[in-house]
């Protein structure tokens, strides 16, 4: 069975065919800046094997749909296609990012889910319009095939009211759905799915602290296999220090900065979203450019930017430790989490007494794979590479068949 992956954004989308027969990616893209007068799509086949091919087309893409039909011809090119025709696409998963708490479970897409994610629009201004878009492009280009919605959101549906309510007057909760929802949750789930395996235990008898550090940073604290708590909130803006996102301040700041420097909501979000985490304290988001500066170079600021970033994550998992109790593993995942040997380190410096121990050498190797860098602590510390798309295929055959 093939099932046809789609990350759709306003002025993009990603893709990824997969045959969930052997679990292979058969091949993965990148359309961007549809609506502008040069687009850009990016296609690779049989990307992240050896036999690896990458190729761009250039031109200009007025809406989704035009993109998307592109994307068609290249699956089913004759010369550099990776199927026959259209009919071997079987199903198609969608990423959503808001499901609200309308959605606990991935769902067959019909008109009343469609109405539903439409409903969470105001939860999520800036995707759902984009994934809904994603999700009529793809039922008017393949007619008949299913499509599945699977959301960031729903992995976090299993946290108590402690945990995702917000200490603020009820009638907010009850009138705009304020509360804490998470998001990263399909990353979440798989490398829960994926620890409990590496451990030997069933999915819902394994107990974790998960920690997802890329360009956004979320951690999860994770019981019986079920979410109980997490880092991000009603935003992806809550939780740790990120590329560009603040994560946790006093939200009395933001009056602050409305009283004492004259800015209006619209500016103070676009501070604390695109200039503030690890840009913001040393004007670089990637952890690479940190990590040569502050070594090669000296620069205080990006030590303190590093140290600060390491900082949270450790808080975090003492209060999810806390939270969980006894746990089988931390978990490490996504661009930072999987690559940084430095941040790892750092952050599991000084936590023997949490059981926390990690073999220095086995961290500074890179796998590529699941793997433990544990020093025989109590608390495996694993390094877990992350598949969202994988997970939406594979929560796409499970809902398909039922
Ligand atoms: P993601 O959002 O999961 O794609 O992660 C992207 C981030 O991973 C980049 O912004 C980098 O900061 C980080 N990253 C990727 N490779 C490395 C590496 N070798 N060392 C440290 N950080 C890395």
Redesign the pocket.
């Known amino acids: 069975m093939n099932v046809l992956v789609i990350n759709s954004g306003s002025s993009s989308f990603k893709y990824q065919l997969i045959d969930m027969n052997t679990e292979a990616s058969l091949c993965s893209g990148l359309v961007e800046r549809i609506g502008e007068t040069q687009g850009k799509l990016t296609h690779k086949v049989m990307p992240g094997t050896a036999e690896e091919k990458k190729f761009t087309v250039e031109q200009p893409f007025p809406d989704h749909v035009a993109g998307m039909k592109t994307v068609v011809d290249i699956l089913t090119d004759p010369e550099r296609g990776v199927i026959k025709d259209k009919s071997e696409i079987h199903a198609i998963g969608h990423r959503v990012v808001q499901g609200g708490e309308t959605f606990s479970k991935s769902v067959v897409v019909d008109s009343v889910v469609r109405a539903a994610i439409h409903d969470n629009i105001p939860l999520a201004p800036l995707h759902n319009p984009a994934n809904l878009s994603g999700i009529e492009v793809a039922q008017e280009l393949f007619p008949g095939v299913p499509s599945v919605a699977v959301f960031d959101t729903e992995f976090h549906q299993t946290m108590p009211a402690k945990a995702y309510l917000y200490p603020l007057p009820t009638s907010l909760y009850k009138e705009l759905k304020i509360r804490r929802y998470g998001f990263h949750g399909t990353s979440h789930r798989f490398v829960t799915k994926q620890a409990a395996k590496f451990l030997g235990k069933k999915a819902d008898e394994v107990n974790l602290v998960t920690c997802h550090l890329?360009?956004?940073c979320s951690m999860a604290a994770v019981k019986n296999g079920q979410c109980i708590d997490t880092s991000m909130g009603m935003t992806p803006l809550a939780g740790l220090m990120m590329?560009t996102r603040c994560g946790d301040i006093d939200p009395a700041i933001l009056p602050f900065l409305a009283e004492n420097k004259g800015l209006t909501i619209k500016e103070i979000d676009a501070i604390l979203n695109k200039e503030s985490g690890l840009k913001g304290v040393c004007g670089m988001?990637?952890?690479?450019d940190i990590?040569t500066a502050r070594l090669e170079k000296g620069d205080d600021k990006a030590q303190l930017a590093f140290e600060m970033f390491c900082y949270r994550i450790k808080q975090y998992i003492g209060a999810y430790i806390a939270t969980v109790g006894p746990i089988d593993a931390v978990v490490f995942t996504?661009?930072?989490g999987e690559?940084?040997e430095y941040?790892r380190a750092e952050v599991c410096k000084d936590m023997e007494h949490l059981g926390i121990e990690i073999d220095l050498e086995e961290n500074n190797t890179r796998r590529g794979v699941a793997r433990s860098i544990s020093k025989g602590g109590k608390v495996q510390v694993l390094i877990i590479p992350t598949n969202e798309e994988l997970e939406i295929a594979q929560a796409t055959v499970d809902v398909l068949k039922g």
């Open positions: 890329g360009n956004g590329g988001n990637d952890m690479r990590h996504a661009g930072v690559n940084d941040m």
